[in-house]
C-alpha cells in the first residue's frame, strides 16, 4: 500500500475508524465511502445505527 491519503482511504473502507476533526470532536464507525475531497461516509457510529457525512475539510485524522 502507497502512503498517498486516498490509497490509505480505500485500504481502510468497511473497517472501523475513529475520524478527529478540527474542532476536537470525534466519530467512531465503519468507513462506507469517500471522494477525491476526502469527504468521509461512516456507518454504525458511536450514536448508534446512523450515518453521517463528514466534510473533507474539517478532518484533521483517520486512525484505523
Do not use: C, F, W
Amino acid at each position: 500500500m502507497s502512503g498517498r491519503p486516498l490509497d490509505v482511504l480505500e485500504a481502510s473502507l468497511e473497517e472501523t475508524v475513529t475520524v478527529v476533526l478540527k474542532d476536537g470532536g470525534e466519530h467512531i464507525g465503519v468507513l462506507t465511502g469517500y471522494d477525491q475531497h476526502m469527504n468521509l461516509v461512516l456507518e454504525n457510529t458511536e450514536a448508534g445505527e446512523d450515518t453521517i457525512v463528514i466534510r473533507g475539510d474539517n478532518v484533521v485524522t483517520i486512525n484505523p
